[in-house]
């Protein structure tokens, strides 16, 4: 029988991926210099998910239909489409297949969901210089056009805070009260996520670049992460680029960023990467070329 809680590691240096692939393709935590980055809700560690009723499973958030599980993972937006509520369960909680692996690499495969026909195949490659580079790919395995849009979603451990320079920015709040948790100023959005208290906003990410400070205040990691800048014209399926989440029952956040929506069609693939890069200390890495107005929103998030 698989063991659905087996790890695949990729390793370099004083950086960890712990991949999960039985539980939804999971990138299941990021270890940095010893510090753990990402959330994992250890109320369901251990669970075998029958994924026809994940409602069984435990849960503090039961405004939710779906299991909490942590880590980062892929969504398909909209989620007005999702049944009943929750994302896809072949997707989410499923397992997934690894077909490639290497030392720096691994590549893993959903199963074609049973109720969208979409399959999803996830990349995650660790580079020479600390480079995170996580590869989606959803296909559309039906007879008829589907519209998806990826979403990458990635839990963070409290306290987090998630800057992004944007231009002119709008903050469209979706559930919740945010208010007293973010503010902009001078085209910067920073959001802070410490304590308990569910809201989620929407705001736009027009140079694709994402500034996330993680952990304490005196012994802070920095980590980035670069996606291609979207078309002026490009459309979202929850009209903004990048989405922030803050839980009320556990403590984490999440920072989503959507691809723009496309319609597949019959056998039509579409893609999206992200590359995340993590540092500690005053040395900012030279391969991340911050400008000015960066420069000044990671100063204001000190």
């Known amino acids: 029988m698989q063991d659905i809680w087996q790890i695949s590691s990729l390793s370099q240096d004083d950086l960890i991926l712990h991949i999960l692939p039985g539980i939804g393709g999971r990138l299941w935590d990021i270890t940095y210099k010893q510090q753990s980055l990402l959330f994992q809700n250890n109320d369901l560690v251990g669970h075998q998910p029958d994924l026809s009723s994940l409602e069984n499973l435990p849960t503090r958030s039961p405004q939710f239909a779906f299991p909490l599980w942590g880590g980062e993972k892929t969504w398909i937006a909209p989620d007005s489409l ?3 509520g ?3 369960p072949v997707l989410d909680s499923g397992s997934y297949e690894i077909v490639f692996q290497d030392e720096q690499q691994i590549t893993i495969q959903s199963q074609i969901c049973n109720i969208s026909q ?5 990349s995650i490659k660790l580079g020479d210089d600390a480079r995170i580079t996580i590869s989606h790919k959803v296909t559309n395995h039906g007879l008829e056009d589907r519209m998806a849009g990826i979403w990458s979603v990635l ?5 987090t805070q998630i800057g992004v320079v944007s231009g002119p920015q709008t903050v469209t709040p979706i559930f919740g009260k945010p208010d007293g948790h973010y503010r902009v100023a001078d085209s910067k959005l920073i959001c802070v996520c410490e304590t308990l ?3 989620k906003i929407g705001a736009d990410n027009p ?6 400070k993680l952990g304490e205040k005196n012994n802070p990691i920095w980590m980035a992460c670069l996606t291609k800048p979207p078309s002026p014209h490009a459309t979202f399926a929850h009209d903004h680029s990048l989405e922030i989440f803050n839980s009320g029952d556990y403590q984490y956040c999440e920072a989503e960023w959507h691809a723009p929506a496309k319609m597949l069609k019959p056998n039509e693939s579409t893609m999206f990467e992200q590359t995340f890069i993590p540092w500690s200390g005053e040395q900012i890495p030279d ?9 000044e929103l990671m100063s204001c998030m000190s």
């Open 197 to 199: 208290a569910e809201f």
């Open 86 to 88: 929750g994302p896809y």
């Open 82 to 84: 999702w049944p009943d």
């Open 287 to 295: 391969k991340l070329k911050l400008t000015p107005q960066e420069m």
């Open 155 to 159: 839990m963070l451990d409290h306290p």
């Open 118 to 122: 979409l399959q999803i195949e996830r």
């Open 207 to 212: 140079n694709g670049r994402v500034v996330l």
